[in-house]
Each structure stands twice: as C-alpha cells, then as structure tokens.
C-alpha cells in the first residue's frame, strides 16, 4: 500500500458535524466521490515517479469519465467496470447503443473462451469478446450458461497491449458485424473473475 485517502458519505459523514466531530475528522476534509479520491491517489503517485502500466477497478470508477479522461491524458491504460446499461459509442462513434445491447448481438465468432484458473470446483472459464469503442474499447464477459447472458462489461483503453490476458488472440468486432444474437455454448460458472 501507497496511499490511502478517507472516503467520508456525503449526507450519514461529511453534512454531519457532530459525528465528524466525535470521529476526529477536520472540518478541512471535503466530501470527495471515490473516484476522485482515486485519481488523486494515481496522479500523486504517477507524479512522484512510480510506474504503473494500467489502473483497474469496478463500477463505481467506471462510470466516472472524469477518472477515464485523467488515466488517458496520463496514458495509463485501464480497464474499469461499467453498468450493462452503460451507453458506448461504436462503427466509429456512429452509433450509441447500450453494452448489453452490443453483448446480447455479437456474433458467435467474437466470443473466445478462457480460463481464470482453476477453482474449488475445477477450471473457471469464461467467455470474452470485445468491441472498439471511441478511443478505447468494451470487454465483454460472461460465464452464464443462461440466455440471455450475465455480462460484465468493462471499458478499456491505454497504450498497446491493451489487454491484460496474456492469451488474448480475438479479433475486434468489426463495425456492423454485431447485428446477430447467436451465442458459443457457455460453461456453467459459480465463480467471478477479477479483470
């Protein structure tokens, strides 16, 4: 550990005086998002010269562009969680369409399976597929035998390799190939994968 900063709730701690007082915690800590706070920390140290060649994290620093904006005029790749009902833009920004939209019409070809190592059950598989995005790009995974599938999309971007699989050989989905919802058979999973 590096870095830590105090994440105070907006309403329950920091528009609390009393409690904060009876915490200890200086009038002069702001309420700040935890992606804020986040990218305080990575700018800190980035700027005190420790290398870093990507940033991950989930929902809740996903959904902050402001997060995005900074790692990539840093030019620190990421791959950051986003909600299914996130809108991204894809065929060269032409179209804005929501990540499970994407996900639930990929072809079957832009679906390749991996392992995330074995698990109290055996081995943890999951189905990968990605899509070009603005100046990044949206992972898809799925380890849901249901249809239609639980996605867990992720937005990412950085300098190449920007993927963090070291066994990653899918190809992009290429603009408008993304109109059918055929599926590879999925293996059953009650795991999770950290990305």
Known sequence: MIDRRLYLPEHSWSDDPERRDAAGIPETVPFATKPRLA?????????????ASWVTGDEAYGQDP????????????????????????????RTLVRADTVAGRLPATAWQRHSAGNGAKGPRYYD?????????RLDICSSDAT???????????????RC????????????????????????????????
């Open 39 to 51: 990218t305080e920390m990575i700018n800190a140290a980035l700027d005190a010269g420790i290398t």
């Open 66 to 93: 402001k997060l995005r904006a900074a790692l990539e005029t840093r030019g620190t790749g990421y791959v950051l969680a986003v909600a299914c009902s996130t809108r991204v833009r894809i065929n060269h920004g």
């Open 128 to 136: 990968w597929a990605w899509v070009h995005i603005g100046t990044g």
């Open 147 to 161: 249809v239609p599938p639980a996605n867990s999309p992720s937005v990412c971007a950085g300098p190449p390799p």
């Open 164 to 195: 963090l699989c070291p066994n990653w050989s899918a190809s992009p989905v290429p603009a408008g190939a993304w109109r059918s919802a055929s599926r590879l058979p999925r293996a059953r999973s009650d795991s999770t994968t950290t990305r």
